[in-house]
């Protein structure tokens, strides 16, 4: 997959621990959500169904998020493939 | 029962890495006595006396080798000295010349031979890099004003300005990097070492290599928390690759013999050389409370014991220095002022 994130420690609370850098951080609960189904190789559509459906958002919004969502990721080394 | 002496007991502000050292040999499954080793009547680790059964005042290294080793074979003759682990660069010359001597009189160390250890000097990391094949910071070494200049205006700023043994600024102008310059120079001598600043993460690697090209463990650390003097104050554990790859094509070409600590900067996915250190930093405690005791694999190899090589640390180990104080009677610190030993 090309990324950090098959090796990242990630907790319920929504700390993430990156035990090549070192480096820790933390991300609310929707950035947990979508985390977990990238480490699960979801794609982007998947990704964005199921935000629709546990969160009260629409496809738009989702969609956007989620590309924030992972250009912050792409910014902090975390995701370096193109899975997304 | 061991007996083997300590140097840079001097737990302050910038610590030596005696007291870990001690920390890891009393924790170890060597049944150990250990002796500090101090060049002054005040270093903290004389009067840790949980750690440091006996204390010794030792000549200055500089004083030449001959009073250092009298003094050595002093505590062998009336206290016993199965080995020495000396912690300090400046003292190290004069341990690596000596050491078949002291190995002569029953005291063995584990150190880099003198070739090894004048190749990971600062002056020498371009060529060792080459060897090893890591990137380094450009490095240019100075030994006038003329050729500093020279250096400011290839490198830019910021820039570092380093001594040949110790301490290290950051240099944002010309006259900041004369500054340092000059109070290096006044110090610690020439030649300066000018470096370029290579920014990322900043992680640090100890070990003790075996002397065949292969190693007794490695631990790696990622600094969270630093002095303002730029020493380690909490850390974590990472597994880093790349790192662990430098550090292995370090101690199979080099053949390095005994402890070292690798300072890197790993940026995206370049890692940067900046230093090696021939012995083990302050915090290699770190590695004895991670399950890879480093201060005893060197000892069981300095004493030709059979020695673990594993070291599947785990990566988040968090590691918390703290400032401690102790209270004692005037009357020790006058035994190691009047007689040089506790």
Known sequence: MGNRLSRIALNDEGFIFDPETGNSYTVNKTGLFILRLLKEGKSEKEIVKSLTETFNVDEREAERDLIDFVEQLRLYGLLEGKNV | MYRVAVSGINAVDNPGPGVGIAKGLKESSLNVSVYGLAYDAMEPGIYMKWLFEKSFVMPYPSAGEEPFIERLLYIKSNYGLDAVIPALDAELPLFIKSSSLLESYGVKTFLPTEEQFKLRGKDHLPKIAERIGVKVPETRIVTSYEELSKALEELGFPVMVKGIFYEAYKAFNISQATSYFNSIVSKWGYPVIVQ???????????????????????????????????????????????????????????????????????????????????????????????????????????????VERDWNYPAGKLYIRFTDDLITDISEFQQVVTTGES
């Open chain 2, 196 to 306: 370029q600043v290579i920014s990322g993460e900043e992680m640090n690697l100890v070990g003790v290599g075996d002397g065949e090209g292969g190693h007794l463990g490695f631990l790696a650390i990622k600094k969270l928390w630093i002095t303002s003097l730029g020493k380690t104050w909490t850390a974590v554990t990472v597994r880093n690759d790349k790192l662990f790859s430098l550090a292995e094509s370090f101690v199979s070409n080099v053949k390095w013999r005994g402890a070292f600590e690798l300072e890197c900067m790993v940026s995206g996915s370049d890692v940067y050389l900046i230093e090696i250190n021939p012995r083990f930093p302050a915090w290699v405690y770190f590695a004895a409370g991670v399950g890879v005791n480093l201060p005893e694999r060197l000892l069981k190899a300095a004493l030709d014991l059979d």
